[in-house]
């Protein structure tokens, strides 16, 4: 150690010698000023049943985003990024998405009363949009991120915010909570699988098959503007007791369950070598 070393110019003592030199040395040290030298006892953190005081390493991964908007929404997102006030952080961003989150629920679930109440609902969705996609962008920009606890805040607002979006509509007259709660079991379905990749190849899939958050937004918006247009009928027609809506979605909840099956089969085959190391 270079703390027992003198730059080379003396060769020190003899070995036997030194040998009591060094033993010597921790009485030596006891006289100075100790600052977080003190020795930590090592313990197992899984026999502790009690987490490391030092985080773990950062989630470095790579993003992966193939949606059909993905491109735009990338050159708007840095635009947007270079205008954002420095008072503005990602944080607050963050905090954003949830708020809109919360006014798409309060939004559908309102429209019970008066259909005009839908442009709350899509105005939190544009707001939900603006704030979860924009918080990362503006960190990477400002070169402020933080690999695990920006990681962490982000996708736990992500899985609430999505809970509150799919429950709203369930709650609106333009959907059923039946066919919402099947949606939502999907999308939380297709998360787990993503972030077990995170973990296991360090790659963070923010699509698949050209569907990704920002398209999902669009379909809702989509959904609940034709539904208006359209009237109650859509909702309410029914073919042997069950609701025609309800049907459509669970075929189209059955479609997109085997995708996910195969894409896991193949994921697991594409992969297995690297996972087997």
Same mark, same amino acid.
């Given at each position: 150690?270079?703390?027992?070393?003198?730059?080379?110019?003396?060769?020190?003592?003899?070995?036997?010698?030194?040998?009591?030199?060094?033993?010597?040395?921790?009485?030596?040290?006891?006289?100075?000023?100790?600052?977080?030298?003190?020795?930590?006892?090592?313990?197992?953190?899984?026999?502790?049943?009690?987490?490391?005081?030092?985080?773990?390493?950062?989630?470095?991964?790579?993003?992966?985003?193939?949606?059909?908007?993905?491109?735009?929404?990338?050159?708007?997102?840095?635009?947007?990024?270079?205008?954002?006030?420095?008072?503005?952080?990602?944080?607050?961003?963050?905090?954003?998405?949830?708020?809109?989150?919360?006014?798409?629920?309060?939004?559908?679930?309102?429209?019970?009363?008066?259909?005009?109440?839908?442009?709350?609902?899509?105005? !939190?969705? &544009? %707001?939900?949009?603006?704030? @979860?996609?924009?918080?990362? *962008? #503006?960190?990477?920009?400002?070169?402020?991120?933080? /690999?695990?606890? !920006?990681? &962490? %805040?982000?996708?736990?607002? @992500?899985?609430?915010?999505? *809970? #509150?979006?799919?429950?709203?509509?369930?709650?609106? /007259?333009?959907?059923?909570? &039946?066919?919402?709660?099947?949606?939502?079991?999907?999308?939380?379905?297709?998360?787990?699988?993503?972030?077990?990749?995170?973990?296991?190849?360090?790659?963070?899939?923010?699509?698949?098959?050209?569907?990704?958050?920002?398209?999902?937004?669009?379909?809702?918006?989509?959904?609940?503007?034709?539904?208006?247009?359209?009237?109650?009928?859509?909702?309410?027609?029914?073919?042997?007791?069950?609701?025609?809506?309800?049907?459509?979605?669970?075929?189209?909840?059955?479609?997109?369950?085997?995708?996910?099956?195969?894409?896991?089969?193949?994921?697991?085959?594409?992969?297995?070598?690297?996972?087997?190391?």
């Amino acid at each position: 150690m270079k703390l027992s070393q003198s730059d080379g110019a003396d060769q020190g003592p003899p070995r036997a010698k030194r040998k009591t030199t060094l033993a010597e040395l921790p009485s030596t040290q006891s006289n100075l000023p100790q600052q977080g030298s003190e020795p930590t006892p090592k313990s197992d953190p899984i026999q502790d049943g009690a987490p490391d005081k030092e985080p773990g390493k950062p989630v470095h991964h790579v993003r992966v985003n193939n949606s059909f908007l993905g491109t735009h929404e990338r050159n708007i997102l840095q635009s947007l990024a270079a205008r954002t006030p420095s008072a503005v952080t990602p944080d607050q961003l963050t905090l954003l998405g949830l708020v809109g989150a919360l006014l798409v629920l309060v939004g559908f679930a309102a429209c019970n009363a008066s259909p005009w109440f839908v442009s709350i609902a899509i105005l !939190g969705l &544009f %707001l939900n949009w603006l704030g @979860d996609s924009l918080d990362g *962008t #503006l960190a990477r920009y400002r070169k402020i991120e933080r /690999p695990d606890f !920006g990681y &962490f %805040l982000d996708h736990s607002c @992500d899985l609430i915010s999505q *809970t #509150l979006i799919f429950v709203g509509l369930g709650l609106s /007259p333009y959907f059923t909570l &039946f066919s919402a709660q099947l949606a939502l079991s999907m999308y939380l379905l297709m998360t787990s699988f993503t972030y077990l990749k995170v973990l296991v190849l360090k790659t963070h899939h923010l699509s698949y098959y050209g569907m990704g958050a920002t398209e999902l937004r669009f379909l809702v918006m989509a959904w609940a503007l034709f539904a208006l247009w359209y009237g109650p009928g859509l909702i309410d027609a029914q073919y042997m007791g069950v609701r025609v809506i309800d049907l459509t979605i669970f075929g189209c909840w059955s479609l997109v369950f085997v995708a996910f099956l195969w894409k896991v089969w193949s994921d697991t085959m594409l992969f297995r070598p690297l996972l087997d190391k």
